[in-house]
């Protein structure tokens, strides 16, 4: 067995259709932000443990988890409420949970965006690091988002887990990313952790090479243009429909968002 760890705060919406993809895990635990819904009733009413932290960083927040919970097995999935496990998942995690000599795995999710999987236009596979041992496995802030430790012992696992990009709806994802371009921009500016040389873009690992793509795009003018470009042209975007046109259009617009920060912080530097 396995345990979960929830990110949250305000998830009410979202968090009844997370903790029903876990009906079977013996231990579900939230650690929530200060959420003034309900959430924190829904997920006691599911018979998960709470635990109250503000938020910092995702880094932050998961390795507070990692290090401050003592879960009930000692391997854990850290999902957010919007995003969901599925049955194949489970199973292999079930499976992956018997290695001893890996700290933790990748997962790739499944975007979902007004109810339907687009893989083209939001770069699947995009592996992230989720199935980890506790208390051992670290996380750093990359950005908005994290990524394993230096000299963690990583794996790759075969299922996803789905995310539901559009549950909150557009004017949410936008403010949302308006808050994420922040710490991009500053990413941006300063460099951060995972600069990557230009001969990481014909690397043989196609994480290497994504990673190292989207360091080099902080220098491309015409940003918004591009990222459509990028996704809707070059990653076959188109391929994902309807849905996938306007959640390549969303990504022009966070790139704005990007670029209006970056703007602003060289002007107070």
Known sequence: MYSVVILTLNE???LPGCLASLRGCNDIVLLDSGSTDGTVRLA????ARVFTRPFDTFAGQRNHA????????????HLDADERMTPGLHDECERASSRADLDGY??????????????????????????????????IQVGHGQREAPGMRVGTLVQSYLHDLSVYGTEDWLAKHRRYARAEAERAVS????????ASLFSSRALVRRRALKRMSFILPFRPAFRFAYQYGLRLGFLDGGPGLRYC????????????????????G
């Not at 997962?107 to 236009?121: L, Q, T």
């Not at 592996?127 to 051992?136: E, H, L």
Request: aromatic share 16%; hydrophobic share 40%.
């Open 249 to 268: 259009l969303l990504l022009a617009r966070y790139e704005g968002f990007i670029g209006e920060e970056i703007v602003k912080l060289g002007s107070r």
């Open 12 to 14: 009410e919406r979202a």
């Open 191 to 198: 460099g951060g952790p995972d600069r990557a040389p230009w």
């Open 44 to 47: 006691e009413g599911a018979g």
């Open 106 to 139: 990748r997962v790739a999710p499944k975007m979902m965006f007004e109810g339907r999987w687009i893989p083209h236009c939001t770069d699947y596979p995009a592996y992230q690091a989720r199935f980890v041992r506790a208390p051992a496995f670290e996380f």
């Open 66 to 77: 990692q290090q401050c919970i003592e879960f009930r097995n000692p391997w854990v999935f």
